[in-house]
């Protein structure tokens, strides 16, 4: 099972917006609306920021937002903050002989 | 409040064996499908494994079919990994996750080196 496609990086000024892009195939990304978005910063876990293509967990910023298109999905953060910095990784539901699939990651570096 | 704590990560040499242990706290276990994810040093995430919460349902990455086993006592509220024939590329820190990754634990290292 191959790996999500994710640019390696994106940056953006604070108070900007950006997208993330998550490219996949219809036996994951395009097939199911089970596609969810994390955060991480250096050494610490990954944190769920969107869920279910386009859900918010309670307690995450209204800034962060998902969609989906075909095979691709995208995480758009808007009003870029310094905090903000981080690595994002996608993930989807996959019917290949595994269950689910992570994307490469992006690193976002807010200028 | 949702904890998820690893434990049993170390250096271990190539073919050699470890288990991981995931305690599980806050939250219902039995009712939760769990993940093994990991991540080598500076590279991104990987999904490893994945168990039904009655642990009658299990998926491998095909990276460690065969080799690795995942299972769960829902009595003592854990997760585990057991690891054998380990390599060189299995080094990474493993994190235990629920079943749609909204709660992870801190993660626990493991070294496979001679």
């Known amino acids: 099972q191959s790996a999500l496609t994710q640019p390696a990086s994106v940056s953006g000024s604070p108070g900007q917006s950006i997208t993330i892009s998550c490219t996949g195939t219809s036996s994951d990304v395009g097939g199911y609306n089970y596609v969810s978005w994390y955060q991480q910063h250096p050494g610490k876990a990954p944190k769920l920021m969107i869920y279910?293509?386009?859900n918010r967990p309670s307690g995450v910023s209204n800034r962060f937002s998902g969609s989906k298109s075909g095979n691709t999905a995208s995480l758009t953060i808007s009003g870029l903050q310094a905090e903000d910095e981080a690595d994002y990784y996608c993930?989807?539901?996959?019917?290949?002989?595994?269950?689910?699939?992570f994307g490469g990651g992006t690193k976002l570096t807010v200028l | 409040e949702v904890q998820l704590v690893e434990s049993g990560g170390g250096l271990v040499q190539p073919g050699g064996s470890l288990r991981l242990s995931c305690a599980a706290s806050?939250?219902?276990?039995?009712?939760?499908?769990m993940n093994w994810v990991r991540q080598a040093p500076g590279k991104g995430l990987e999904w490893v494994s994945y168990i039904s919460s009655s642990g009658s349902t299990i998926y491998y990455a095909d990276s460690v079919k065969g080799r690795f086993t995942i299972s769960r006592d829902n009595a003592k509220n854990s997760l585990y990994l057991q690891m054998n024939s380990l390599r060189a590329e299995d080094t990474a820190v493993y994190y235990c996750a629920t079943e749609h990754f909204d709660y992870w634990g801190q993660g626990t290292l493991v070294t496979v080196s001679s």
């Open positions: 279910d293509v386009s």
């Open positions: 993930s989807s539901y996959t019917s290949s002989s595994t269950r689910w699939v």
């Open positions: 806050g939250f219902t276990f039995s009712s939760y499908e």
